[in-house]
C-alpha cells in the first residue's frame, strides 16, 4: 500500500495556528509515504511568510515530498519581481529547485507541472510541450504503478461555478493524459474539495483539495486535506479517499471512504 497525503492553498499569511498544530499531528500519526502540496504556500509571497511556510514544511514527517507554486506564490505587487525574478521568493524561502518536481517511489510516480504563469494573475495554464513530456513520461511507468499528476489550477471541475478555473489547455491535456495512463490529478486552487472520475471510461480521477489551514474557507467546505491510499488487490486497482475536516474546535476529523477505481 501507498499513502499520498494531500495539502493544498495553506496560504501563509493567513494560517490559523490552532489548524497548522492539528495538521502537523495528523500527518505524523497518518505515517504517509509522501506528500503532496499543490500550490498556495503562501498568501502575497512575501519572504516572511515563505519564512513561516517553510517551518511548517520542515515539520512535516520526514517524507518524500512533492511543493508546486501556485498563482499566490508569484509577487502580485511587486511588479519588477514578478516581471523578471516571479519564482525567486518561491525558491530562495522553501529552498526549492525545481518548479516541476517529481516524485518516483516502487509503486508509485508523482509529476508536478506548473500551470502557474507570470503573464496570468489567476488563471492557470499547461502548454502543449508539457502535455507531451508528461505523457511520455505516464507511457514510461512500469505496469502496475500508481501514475498521478498534479497541477495548481484544476484540469476538471466539478460544480459549473468552477469551470472558469480550470487550466487553459485543460482538455488537450486530460485527453493526452488518461490515454497515456494516468491515475489521479490532484489540485487546489478552488478550496472546494471534490472526486470525480473522469470520462470516457470513469476509470482515471480529478481530487481536488480545500484549503488546509487558512481563514480563507468558501461556505460549505471548512478546512480539509485529503489522504489518498494505493491498494491494489490482485488485478483490481483501487485508491481509498478519505477527507479529514477540520471540527472547529481541536482537530481534522475522518469523513468517510471513498473507493475510486482505476483502469
Given at each position: 500500500?501507498?499513502?499520498?497525503?494531500?495539502?493544498?492553498d495553506?496560504?501563509?499569511?493567513?494560517?490559523?495556528?490552532?489548524?497548522?498544530e492539528?495538521l502537523?499531528?495528523?500527518a505524523?500519526?497518518l505515517?504517509?509515504?509522501?506528500i503532496?502540496?499543490?500550490?498556495?504556500?503562501?498568501q502575497?509571497?512575501?519572504?516572511?511568510?515563505?519564512r513561516?511556510?517553510?517551518?511548517f514544511?520542515?515539520?512535516?514527517?520526514?517524507?518524500?515530498?512533492?511543493?508546486?507554486?501556485?498563482?499566490?506564490?508569484?509577487?502580485?505587487?511587486?511588479?519588477?519581481q514578478?516581471?523578471?525574478?516571479?519564482?525567486?521568493?518561491?525558491?530562495?524561502?522553501?529552498?526549492?529547485?525545481?518548479?516541476?518536481?517529481?516524485?518516483?517511489?516502487?509503486?508509485?510516480?508523482?509529476?508536478g507541472?506548473?500551470?502557474?504563469r507570470?503573464?496570468?494573475?489567476?488563471?492557470?495554464?499547461?502548454?502543449?510541450?508539457?502535455?507531451d513530456?508528461?505523457?511520455?513520461?505516464?507511457?514510461?511507468?512500469?505496469?502496475?504503478?500508481?501514475?498521478?499528476?498534479v497541477?495548481h489550477?484544476?484540469?476538471?471541475?466539478a460544480?459549473?461555478?468552477?469551470?472558469h478555473?480550470?487550466?487553459?489547455g485543460a482538455?488537450?491535456?486530460?485527453?493526452?493524459?488518461?490515454?497515456?495512463?494516468?491515475?489521479?490529478?490532484?489540485?487546489?486552487h478552488?478550496?472546494?474539495?471534490?472526486?470525480?472520475?473522469?470520462?470516457p471510461?470513469?476509470?482515471?480521477?480529478?481530487?481536488?483539495?480545500?484549503?488546509?489551514?487558512?481563514?480563507?474557507?468558501?461556505?460549505?467546505?471548512?478546512?480539509?486535506?485529503n489522504?489518498?491510499?494505493?491498494?491494489?488487490?490482485?488485478?483490481?486497482?483501487?485508491?481509498?479517499l478519505?477527507?479529514?475536516?477540520?471540527n472547529?474546535?481541536?482537530?481534522?476529523?475522518?469523513?468517510?471512504?471513498?473507493?475510486?477505481?482505476?483502469?
Open positions: 500500500m501507498s499513502r499520498i497525503l494531500h495539502l493544498s495553506t496560504h501563509f499569511g493567513t494560517e490559523q495556528p490552532a489548524l497548522v492539528a502537523l499531528a495528523l505524523h500519526r505515517a504517509p509515504d509522501a503532496v502540496l499543490s500550490g498556495d504556500i503562501t502575497r509571497a512575501t519572504v516572511e511568510q515563505f513561516r511556510a517553510r517551518v514544511l520542515e515539520s512535516l514527517p520526514a517524507v518524500p515530498r512533492l511543493v508546486l507554486a501556485g498563482n499566490h506564490d508569484v509577487p502580485l505587487f511587486a511588479f519588477w514578478r516581471l523578471f525574478t516571479p519564482y525567486a521568493r518561491y525558491r530562495n524561502g522553501l529552498g526549492i529547485d525545481t518548479l516541476e518536481p517529481r516524485l518516483q517511489l516502487p509503486g508509485l510516480c508523482v509529476i507541472v506548473k500551470s502557474t507570470r503573464r496570468r494573475h489567476i488563471d492557470g495554464e499547461v502548454s502543449p510541450k508539457q502535455v513530456a508528461v505523457a511520455r513520461e505516464l507511457r514510461a511507468q512500469a505496469p502496475g504503478t500508481l501514475k498521478v499528476v497541477t489550477q484544476p484540469l476538471w471541475a460544480r459549473p461555478q468552477d469551470l478555473n480550470r487550466c487553459h482538455e488537450a491535456a486530460l485527453a493526452a493524459w488518461v490515454e497515456a495512463g494516468a491515475d489521479l490529478f490532484l489540485a487546489g478552488i478550496h472546494w474539495p471534490f472526486a470525480a472520475a473522469l470520462p471510461h470513469g476509470q482515471a480521477w480529478a481530487v481536488n483539495a480545500g484549503t488546509a489551514v487558512s481563514s480563507r474557507v468558501r461556505p460549505g467546505a471548512p478546512n480539509s486535506v489522504v489518498i491510499d494505493y491498494v491494489p488487490r490482485g488485478g483490481e486497482r483501487v485508491c481509498v478519505r477527507r479529514y475536516v477540520w472547529g474546535v481541536v482537530r481534522f476529523e475522518a469523513g468517510p471512504e471513498e473507493a475510486l477505481g482505476l483502469g
